[in-house]
Every structure is written in C-alpha cells, then in structure tokens.
C-alpha cells in the first residue's frame, strides 16, 4: 500500500538520524532500526475508511510533488533545454 510507503519514508529519515547520532551506541541503534522495522510492518488503516490517512497522505504527497516540479523543471531548462508542459507539448 502507498501509504505504508509513504509512512516508512517519514518514519525512515528519523530512524536514520537516530542511528547515525554520535551520541547513540551500536546497540542502541540496532534496537532503534528493530524498532523501525516493527512499525513499518503495523497495520494501518485505509485512507478511504480514516480521514486523518487521507489528510496526511494528500498533503505529503502534494507538497513533494510540488516541490518536485519546482525543482526538475528548471534543473531540465538549465541543462538540456527542454522547456514547457505536457499540454504545450
């Protein structure tokens, strides 16, 4: 399911930060990514039947699709040339 995708890569940047922390030791990190591990696989509600799934998922997935259009598009411009949109053509 996408949101379960959606809630590891939110979750996934946290536990990265958490293991690599100098101030946490190797076993604290193994219990850290045990942890993680564990919540990806919880069941989770469908974003049909729970509005809040719906809400958050919606939202993420709007600002990074956004924030990825923001940032390729020029990218594209400066380096190939290629310029425009799907319905320009």
Known sequence: HWHRLLATTMYATTALRTITARSYSAAAA???WQRFWAWTLQQRPSWKEDKLEAAVAFTVFGITGSTSVAVVRPALKHVTGIE??????
């Open 30 to 32: 193994n219990s850290n």
């Open 84 to 89: 425009g949109s799907m319905r320009e053509g």
